[in-house]
């Protein structure tokens, strides 16, 4: 019997070989400027080589004001269009789809010399940098990045918009009332608190034009008591699926650290362990599988919309499972993918249990500063990186 990750979906009017998306993660691979280079084409073609239905690029930033790190990739300005077209070119080619993710990092960026946007003047509690609260037309004019920055992905030829809308960036700072202190139209109330990223879901649509499914990874509730509440998170997300919105992808809003979003997940066996060198952190205690699904079965529970369920989706029996209780309908992975590429096609070649990919976070800690790829894959990265982690003291 084919497991239910290998049948065909479709999201919105975009039809899927399979269940399996990777889900964004930035690669630190543009130019200092933000345009694809051919590092970036390999591991796309590679990733749509490797068998998942869709891919999800990194962030890309719609405004420079927006830029979160380094090297990542932009879309600003039309001049980045021919660099993405080859991409999403080669993806085609490779047999998947690709959404593009359009974010704006607000309070959340480490770009050095950059005054942070932010709603209003509240510093993130994870990253530096004391924002300056936006006027009506800094917002205005974030809103009409969005809608710009869709139509270039529509003429780039991608498939979908995928708006970051969760883990602290700027829409989830507008969301929440621990950093939208704002009492005008943006702010003051669930209403305006909503204002913001329904607007950017208005002008994505109109930017994306008909043909293009539009999507979010979405804040549902803040990590911390007192921020937004799953309540409210629930409510705007009913509002964003009546507006046209196709799929969630399911997360914290704001967090009080990033490993909230991304836990470490460990079950390795002695060989694999063996393979890895023993590190010290194969014994941390290991986070459950499929973190965000008591958000997905929230969702689920309230209303009819397409779920993307990312978030330590780690073994195939899990997979089964949370796709045959009809908690989500795609599972979506990032760490297994940078370490596992091909795991899809593995999948589909009869491969069972769980994947390859420890969750030790490495990649992650170098996000923003070295190319993307899984340290744990010989011994000379991982002194590399113990070289850069002293260097870094
Ligand atoms: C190196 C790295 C870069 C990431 N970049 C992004 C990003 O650009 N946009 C985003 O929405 N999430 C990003 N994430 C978060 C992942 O999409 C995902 O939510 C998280 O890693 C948990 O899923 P996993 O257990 O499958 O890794 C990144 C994660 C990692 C490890
Ligand atoms: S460095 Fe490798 S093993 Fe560690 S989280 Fe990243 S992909 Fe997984």
Known sequence: MTPPFLEPGRIGPVALPNRLVRAPTSETMATEDGEVTPDLRRLYGELARGGAGLLLTGHIFVRP????????MALHDDRFVPGLARLVREVHAGGARIFAELSHAGSQTMMPGLTPLAPSGVSSAIYPGQPRGMTGQDI?????????????ARAAGFDGIHIHGGNGYLAAQFASPASNRRDDDWGGDAAGRSRFLLAVLAAVRDGAGPGLAVTARYGVMDSAPGGLSL??????LEALADAGLDAVEPTYNLMRSYRENIRPYVAVGATRALRDWVAPRLWRPAAPQAYYRPLARAIKARMDLPVILVGGVRGT??????LRSGDADFLSMARPLVREPDLPKQLAGGRRGVVDCVSCNICLAHDGHDALKCWRRNPVDLLRHAAWRLARR
């Open 65 to 72: 004001d927006g830029q979160c790190s380094p090297r990542q």
């Open 140 to 152: 205005a004019e974030v809103i009409a990045a969005f809608g710009a920055a869709a139509a270039r």
């Open 231 to 236: 309540e409210e998170g629930l409510a705007r």
């Open 317 to 322: 029996d899990v997979m089964e499972e949370v």
